[in-house]
């Protein structure tokens, strides 16, 4: 079996093959690839194809296959079965790279091992946290599914069928692109060494930089691959006893995380907000709307306490206050675990509060929808007409009962979607230090940091990422 790779440097490509020994470059311009990749030949792949002793006999490359020395197009699907083991032309694959504990030294240094080796060591991470095997076995047994005559008999099933396919699919292909691009740059390092072409050197070595860059990125995303991850959610926030001062730590506690949001590029909109007396908010709810919301905010769930000189004491004392977070996934393809009936709700309209505004408190637009059978309550007054209070009531109380069911049936687990009821305030998740000394501490990882105001303002990705990855790895030590 022969390789083919070809790497595009700013005014050439450099079209390499290797075959039962014999290597065989050639240097040509960017056109030539462009007219390639147009007929829908990547020019990141590497496919297999024939030779003889007199030259190339056949082949093919995606969708582009030749034959002697006339390239001809054709249509070659791929197989979801096969997964082949990606190596470079002298057989190193990422698992070699991986048993020769090559030293991973600063992404500074020009050694092209280390940058290998701390790649492949990331490609390992990202398998392991998409459990790679459980992964292919799954697709299998989809795939299968997906081939049965009967399938679209059941439309919704053959949708959670489909749309499952396609995830795991994406996600396989992803690793194993990422994969082969690694080996491909090996390989074009070598060449360029062995051709001494600094210019490729050059340039394949800063592919390489970047590509271990990435790699920290892509195990991140690995972290997101339960059911519901990919969601957008619900976050509610609720005061714990103690008056104006838990009030306005609920208030500061919905401020970061409405910073944190709009950092992440997610839109939020305020669904509902009950204020204090005096300041702050004894309760609120968000809707954070944006792929792998849920995934990062189930990290938040639980209580928060705070510790501070309380602006609300005129002694100057400390005061210590809580509030309880519990977020909400929003299920994204539309379908409902619990059936909600007209008969189990009770509707309440009343006038909103808050600063007011036309119309605002004249009329009882605001809406309150109790399900009688569980006392679950969900409240809308931020929309301008009773209407939209109440579909968007309607779409809070659904998502507390289908995550209520979620909770139900994984009772036995340590699931990270409850309501927001089911918080015990024994349950303190991070502690916010602003005196005697300032510190923040995430209880459950040890991760701390000593800027409180860099978190209190929306900076909550370490917490997130350090809780998603200790949970993970826990779970492979309990496996």
């Known amino acids: 079996m022969s ?262 590029k997610f839109s939020v909109t305020v669904v509902d907000e009950m204020p204090g007396e005096m300041a702050g908010i004894k309760r609120a709810t968000i809707k954070v709307n944006g792929e792998y919301a849920y995934g990062y905010a189930k990290a938040e769930v639980g209580v928060h306490r705070l510790v501070r000189i309380s602006p609300f004491d005129s002694g100057k004392r400390r005061h210590t206050s809580f509030a309880a977070v519990a977020v909400i996934p929003i299920l994204g393809d539309g379908s409902t675990r619990v059936q909600i009936n007209d008969s189990d709700l009770r509707i309440e309209r009343f006038r909103s509060g808050g600063a007011g505004g036309q119309h605002a408190n004249t009329t009882d637009s605001a809406v309150r929808i109790i399900h009688i059978p569980t006392g679950i309550t969900a409240t809308c007054q931020n929309e301008r007409s009773q209407h939209m209070n109440k579909a968007s009531a309607m779409a809070v109380l659904q998502s507390r009962l289908d995550q209520l069911e979620m909770a139900r049936q994984t009772a036995m687990n340590a699931q990270h979607t409850q309501s927001l009821t089911e918080i015990s305030w024994g349950n303190q998740i991070r502690t916010y230090v602003l005196h005697p000394y300032r510190m923040v501490k995430d209880l459950r990882t040890n991760y701390e940091v000593s800027d409180p105001d860099s978190v209190l303002e929306g900076d909550l990705d370490g917490f997130i990422l350090s809780f998603l990855s200790s949970s993970l790895d826990k779970g492979d030590d309990e496996h």
């Open 3 to 264: 390789s083919l790779i070809i790497n595009r440097s700013r005014s050439r490509s450099v079209l390499l093959w290797k075959t039962h020994g014999i290597k065989i470059t050639s240097i040509f311009s960017r056109s030539f690839a462009d007219s390639v990749s147009a007929s829908g030949f990547s020019s990141d792949s590497t496919r297999s194809f024939k030779t003889t002793s007199s030259g190339f006999e056949s082949g093919k490359f995606g969708k582009l296959a030749f034959s002697g020395s006339n390239f001809v197009s054709t249509t070659r699907p791929l197989s979801s079965e096969a997964v082949p083991v990606a190596s470079t032309c002298d057989g190193l694959t990422v698992e070699r790279i991986i048993a020769n504990q090559w030293p991973i030294l600063d992404e500074n240094e020009s050694d092209w091992k280390s940058h290998a080796a701390a790649i492949a060591q990331s490609i390992q991470v990202i398998k392991r946290r998409l459990q790679w095997k459980k992964l292919l076995v799954r697709l299998r047994m989809l795939s299968v599914e997906l081939n049965k005559p009967d399938l679209w008999d059941d439309p919704t099933h053959a949708g959670k069928i489909s749309r499952e396919h396609g995830s795991l699919t994406g996600k396989m292909k992803g690793v194993m692109t990422f994969e082969r691009e690694l080996l491909e740059h090996i390989d074009m390092l070598k060449l360029a060494r062995e051709e001494k072409d600094s210019e490729l050197e050059s340039e394949t070595m800063s592919a390489l930089v970047e590509m271990r860059r990435v790699s920290k990125e892509k195990e991140l995303e690995a972290l997101l691959s339960a059911e519901n991850d990919s969601c957008s959610c619900y976050i509610e926030v609720q005061a714990g006893a103690g008056g104006t001062e838990s009030n306005d730590w609920a208030s500061m506690v919905m401020e970061m995380y409405k910073t944190w949001a709009q950092r992440r």
